[in-house]
């Protein structure tokens, strides 16, 4: 499984991004799908996850400002980030855990947002 993360960028506090994350495989496929970030210094730290079913989860740090979501016909994750914060400032990884086991990282893409 192949992972593609894009969308990220610089913006201003309380400005909003779209990340999108891409795979190779189908979403019958995959298990949980999530978005993963990690500041400088900091250790990864889990932002939200989307299971096959379709239920999700936040951190408590981005609950109401970020939303995960998917396309089905298009392969595709998405996360909305409204409303944000210079503690959003990150890299922003997506990962695809498969039935089995195996997980499955993408790039990476910088979000940076400006005070």
């Known amino acids: 499984v192949q992972l593609q993360a894009s969308g990220g960028g610089l913006v201003q506090t309380g400005g909003s991004l779209r990340l999108s994350c891409a795979t190779s495989a189908s979403f019958f496929s995959i298990n949980v799908m999530g978005w993963y970030r990690q500041a400088p210094g900091k250790q990864r730290e889990l932002v939200a996850t989307?299971?096959?079913?379709?239920?999700?989860m936040y951190a408590d740090s981005v609950k109401g400002r970020f939303t995960i979501s998917r396309d089905n016909a298009k392969n595709t994750m998405y996360l909305q980030m409204n409303s944000l914060k210079p503690e959003d400032t990150a890299v922003y990884y997506c990962k695809a855990s498969v039935w089995g086991g195996t997980d499955y990282w993408g790039q990476g893409t910088q979000v940076t947002v400006s005070s």
């Open positions: 989307i299971i096959r079913g379709g239920s999700t």
